[in-house]
């Protein structure tokens, strides 16, 4: 909020410092002590030095509004609205909503939050593709990922088909010998 103090009163003091600075009346006086008085040193004693007073002057800013002055406080950040009454000049604050600029805040910092756990999943490099349940590999029992060897009952299976295969083969080997030999 603070921050939002300063930069009104950046906006009032270039306004006050503009061409509209000249047209506009004087503003509320400010009341100030007036410096005090430092004894003269008497001979042979120091003269010690007082921390000096802040400049009052420097310390507001007035902007010329309709119905007043906005006055700004360069010390505490504070804005108010000044006006001239029937007893003499009132300033009020002017408002601030920091429970809406809280929630506001909040709100953007857990946006903020979830869009860089976004941006660092869409960074992560993506995983491997993994083999469909039909490609992976069988646990037919508890010597799972070894060898199987072939059964008896296997060997006479393979046995009577590459014999029958054999036997197709040699047949047509001899079926094309007897055709040559027909034609030539």
Same mark, same amino acid.
């Given at each position: 909020?603070?921050?939002?103090?300063?930069?009104?009163?950046?906006? #009032?003091?270039?306004?006050?410092? /503009?061409?509209?600075?000249?047209?506009?009346?004087?503003?509320?006086?400010?009341?100030?002590?007036?410096?005090?008085?430092?004894?003269?040193?008497?001979?042979? &004693?120091? *003269?010690?030095?007082?921390?000096?007073?802040?400049?009052?002057?420097?310390?507001?800013?007035?902007?010329?509004?309709?119905?007043?002055?906005?006055?700004?406080?360069?010390?505490?950040?504070?804005?108010?609205?000044?006006?001239?009454?029937?007893?003499?000049?009132?300033? &009020?604050?002017?408002?601030?909503?920091?429970?809406?600029?809280?929630?506001? #805040?909040?709100? *953007?910092?857990? !946006?903020?939050?979830?869009?860089?756990?976004?941006?660092?999943?869409?960074?992560?490099?993506?995983?491997?593709?993994?083999?469909?349940? !039909?490609?992976?590999?069988?646990?037919?029992?508890?010597?799972? /990922?070894?060898?199987?060897?072939?059964?008896?009952?296997? #060997?006479?299976?393979?046995?009577?088909? #590459?014999?029958?295969?054999?036997?197709?083969?040699?047949?047509?080997?001899?079926?094309?010998?007897?055709?040559? &030999?027909?034609?030539?």
């Amino acid at each position: 909020m603070r921050f939002l103090s300063l930069a009104a009163a950046a906006g #009032i003091a270039v306004l006050a410092s /503009g061409p509209l600075a000249a047209q506009a009346p004087e503003p509320p006086p400010v009341a100030s002590e007036p410096p005090a008085q430092q004894p003269a040193p008497e001979s042979g &004693q120091q *003269l010690t030095q007082e921390p000096a007073a802040p400049d009052v002057s420097a310390r507001y800013a007035f902007s010329r509004v309709d119905g007043g002055f906005l006055r700004f406080d360069s010390v505490s950040g504070q804005v108010a609205l000044c006006s001239q009454r029937g007893a003499g000049w009132v300033c &009020q604050a002017v408002p601030e909503d920091r429970a809406a600029l809280d929630s506001e #805040i909040a709100r *953007l910092q857990g !946006e903020v939050t979830q869009l860089k756990s976004e941006v660092a999943t869409l960074r992560a490099p993506p995983e491997p593709p993994r083999p469909s349940a !039909e490609l992976a590999p069988r646990n037919d029992g508890p010597k799972s /990922g070894g060898l199987k060897l072939p059964t008896d009952e296997d #060997i006479k299976w393979a046995r009577a088909a #590459i014999e029958n295969i054999w036997r197709q083969f040699v047949d047509m080997v001899a079926e094309l010998q007897k055709d040559l &030999q027909r034609k030539g």
